[in-house]
Each structure stands twice: as C-alpha cells, then as structure tokens.
C-alpha cells in the first residue's frame, strides 16, 4: 500500500515541480531565445508504463492530463489523449524489444519528441502559436530534449527502482 501511494506521490510531485523548472525558460544565450520545456511527469508515465503497467500508467496519464489541461492550458482534452497515448506506444514498443534501462531512456526521448511535435501542430493550427518549423526545432525541441536527457540521466535508475520495487513486493 505504501510503495502503491509512493508511486502515485512521486507523480504528484513531478507535476508540481515541472512549473517550477519552467521559470528557468526561456534562456538568452548567443543572441538566441532556447526554450527548456520540463516534461518529467510524461517521462515518469513512460518509466511507469515499461516497468510497471500498461493499464495504470494509461490511468494515471489520463487523470495527470485532465489536471494539466485544466491548470495549464484550459484547452481540455489534449494532455487528456496525449499523455495516455504515449503511454501505450511506450509500453506496445518494449513488448517487441527488450526493456534496458538505455533503450528505455533513448525510447521516452523519442516519444517525448513526438508528443512535442504534436503539441507544436496541433498549436500552430489553431494559431496559437506562429513559430514556423526551423525555429521550432532549433530554439525549443532540441533544447527540450536536451535538458529531459539530463533530468533522465540523473533519475532513470531511481524511477526504475521505484516501480520496479512495487512490481516485486507484488509478485
């Protein structure tokens, strides 16, 4: 019971923490705008759907998506379907290929720039934002990606090791 609560704080926890990493963007540097966009929350639902469950990393994704469309960008619906999707490609791609923890972490940095990518579309067809491609690649994916690699790097082994330590008190 304790370790099942513990999973679900640590992702009550990254929610709260990605706003407050988010005040670090955007950085100035070479006379150009980066922006680091905190998506630890996803990346945690990933770790969750690998090592953990398909089913409830897909529910917790769902309800965490409701809670950041309705906090974040009162567009309800799009976290709501995307955290949950992600979630299950994550999980249907390691059923095919082995779950070490390097491929799991190059797998939630593909999928996380995926559901970047579909954030950017689906904003730059309702016109919410007018950053063309080139800019959006150079100036937001690349740096997003870059400081989640990081994050991952410091954290993979201890998301593993905390679900994969609720797995085995199950079994």
């Keep these: 019971m304790i370790t099942r609560l513990a999973i679900v704080l640590v992702g009550v926890i990254l929610f709260l923490v990605e706003s407050e990493f988010a005040m670090f963007s955007p950085l100035q540097w070479n006379d150009g705008t980066y922006y680091l966009i905190p998506r630890f929350l996803i990346l945690y639902l990933i770790f ?17 998506g409701l809670c950041f469309d309705v906090f974040y960008i009162n567009i309800i619906g799009l976290y709501t379907v995307l955290y949950p999707a992600i979630c299950f490609v994550a999980a249907w791609s390691v059923k095919r290929v082995q779950s070490h923890l390097v491929f799991t972490t190059f ?19 309702i016109q919410f934002t007018t950053m063309a491609l080139q800019p959006f690649l150079v100036y937001r994916l690349v740096p997003t990606l870059i400081a989640n690699f990081l994050f ?18 199950r079994a």
């Design 152 to 169: 991952l790097i410091m954290l993979a082994w201890a998301f593993k090791y905390c679900i994969s330590a609720r797995v085995f008190q």
């Design 48 to 64: 969750l759907a690998i090592y953990y469950s398909r089913k409830k990393a897909m529910i917790y994704g769902l309800i965490f």
């Design 107 to 125: 797998l939630a940095i593909g999928l996380l720039a995926v559901l970047e990518f579909i954030l950017y579309e689906f904003f730059y067809m």
